[in-house]
């Protein structure tokens, strides 16, 4: 199983527009459930912590496999997304790894 995550810095001018845009994305990734061969797992979640080295919003997904995760890359639903998205970030950071089942 690869596990993918993706944390995001977000755009807004204030913390309405942040909100806004951080809803925004939380909801273009919810949309991938069930769409995405080999997608075992999607969980979106939005930093509490309020420091400021933090980012604004992870992803953390589970994949059958590697070609899972490769096929997901070029998946049209996975391109609409980031084209949904593409405006509202400001930084983007990604770990892919191999996940041991507990």
Avoid at 34 to 42: E, V
Wanted: hydrophobic share 40%; proline share 3%; glycine share 6%.
């Amino acid at each position: 199983m690869i596990r993918h995550i993706v944390m995001w810095n977000v755009r807004g001018a204030g913390p309405e527009e942040k909100r806004a845009n951080i809803e925004r994305l939380q909801a273009s990734f919810h949309s991938l459930r069930g769409r995405i061969p080999g997608l075992l797992r999607l969980e979106v979640g939005v930093d509490e912590s309020g420091v400021d080295y933090a980012c604004d919003v992870v992803l953390v997904s589970d994949f059958a496999s590697q070609a899972a995760l490769d096929a997901y890359a070029t998946h049209p639903e996975h391109l609409r997304v980031k084209a949904e998205i593409g405006d509202i970030r400001t930084a983007r950071h990604q770990v892919d790894y191999i996940a041991v089942k507990d």
